[in-house]
Nanobody, 117 residues
Framework: QVQLVESGGGLVQPGASLRLSCAASGIIFRINAMGWYRQAPGKQRELVASILSGGSTNYADSVKGRFTISRDNAKNTVYLQMNSLKPEDTAVYYC???????????WGQGTQVTVSS
């Protein structure tokens, strides 16, 4: 099956930057869309950013102007550049991909991002 592996999380101070990566491996014929979700303790999982195969992107209002999603189609990899991090950004960040001609959703295991002074 398809595997999504995230990396790049960590503990940083407010105002710092992190770059998350998510690489999809396995037998993949088509990636329709990829995105990043996050879930903080006691809160529902929310969409942070997504990108379609054609390059169209969307962002949660809380991260607009600070986060940038991008992808490398040849490597089946999506990135999330996170700048000006705030304590409210603290969460487990999950990579998501919609894959296949009929569409199937896959999730990564998550990577912890902690923003604290």
């Amino acid at each position: 099956q398809v595997q999504l592996v995230e990396s790049g999380g960590g503990l940083v101070q407010p105002g710092a930057s992190l770059r998350l990566s998510c690489a999809a491996s396995g037998i993949i014929f088509r990636i329709n869309a990829m995105g990043w979700y996050r879930q903080a303790p006691g809160k529902q999982r929310e969409l942070v950013a997504s990108i379609l195969s054609g390059g169209s992107t969307n962002y949660a209002d809380s991260v607009k102007g600070r986060f940038t999603i991008s992808r490398d189609n040849a490597k089946n990899t999506v990135y999330l550049q996170m700048n000006s991090l705030k304590p409210e950004d603290t969460a487990v960040y999950y990579c998501n991909a919609d894959i296949g001609t009929i569409g199937r959703t896959y999730w990564g295991q998550g990577t912890q991002v902690t923003v604290s002074s």
